[in-house]
């Protein structure tokens, strides 16, 4: 079993930054990839940035490419996700994930889930 916890969330005007971060406990050894997903009311969750544990492989998704970064270290079992030039469409509950699976990283199958953290980007 491998526990996430995520931090970082929090009010931040249009233009500004915020990173999150997630840490995990448990079985971490079988960590194979991290991702962050997000899920603003009434629409689906967006699988946001995803990377390997080597993290030379990541994965942007096209609204956030270019001003989100994804990072992981391995020896503190985290993840975060250093978010810039944010929007009020960023608004939502960001999710940490991780997978045990060894597929491409948008293929992964998403097996812990973190219990989330608002970010909100005021206009």
């Known amino acids: 079993q491998v526990v996430l916890v995520e931090s970082g969330g929090g009010l931040v005007q249009t233009g500004g930054s915020l990173r999150l971060s997630c840490a995990a406990s448990g079985r971490t050894f079988s960590i194979f990839a991290m991702g962050w997903f997000r899920q603003a009311p009434g629409k689906e969750r967006e699988y946001v940035a995803g990377i390997k544990r080597s993290g030379a492989s990541t994965y942007y998704s096209d609204s956030v490419k270019g001003r989100f970064a994804i990072s992981r270290d391995n020896a503190k079992n985290t993840a975060s996700l250093q978010m810039n030039s944010l929007k009020p469409e960023d608004t939502a509950v960001y999710y940490c994930?991780?997978?045990?699976?060894?597929?491409?990283?948008?293929?992964?199958?998403?097996?812990?889930w973190g219990q989330g953290t608002q970010v909100t980007v005021s206009s």
């Open positions: 994930a991780a997978s045990e699976g060894s597929d491409s990283l948008q293929q992964l199958p998403w097996d812990y």
